[in-house]
């Protein structure tokens, strides 16, 4: 029922910016947790960043905190993922995962649905 659908990737230098957009078909999990996870080539899927959509607590990797902000649009059915200070090492396949529950979790097997992935590459 529900189908996760990615955009923003794309090429970009080090020190720039770049939103992610996530946006989900059907209906939306108004009780559950939208998350952010990367892999990079050859290297394991990596926590990012999780909001619970009932409250909109955020939960960020520590890679990533204070740079990445994640975000909703409950009209949209969108989450974002505003990614700066660019760095090369943040270049991955990103990917949007969602649960049905509220809880905020790191862990990629509490997810049950996934994205098909969007490319972020940072050049330096």
Do not use: H, P
């Amino acid at each position: 029922q529900v189908q996760l659908v990615e955009s923003g990737g794309g090429l970009v230098q080090a020190g720039d910016s770049l939103r992610l957009s996530c946006t989900a078909s059907g209906r939306t999990f108004n009780t559950g947790t939208t998350a952010w996870f990367r892999q990079a080539l050859g290297k394991e899927r990596e926590f990012v960043a999780a909001i619970r959509w009932s409250t909109g607590t955020t939960y960020y990797g520590d890679s990533v905190k204070g740079r990445f902000t994640i975000s909703k649009d409950n009209a949209k059915n969108t989450v974002y993922l505003q990614m700066n200070s660019l760095k090369a090492e943040d270049t991955a396949v990103y990917y949007c995962a969602d649960k049905s529950s509220y809880d905020l979790t790191k862990y990629s097997s509490r997810y049950s649905n996934w994205g098909q992935g969007t490319q972020v590459t940072v050049s330096s």
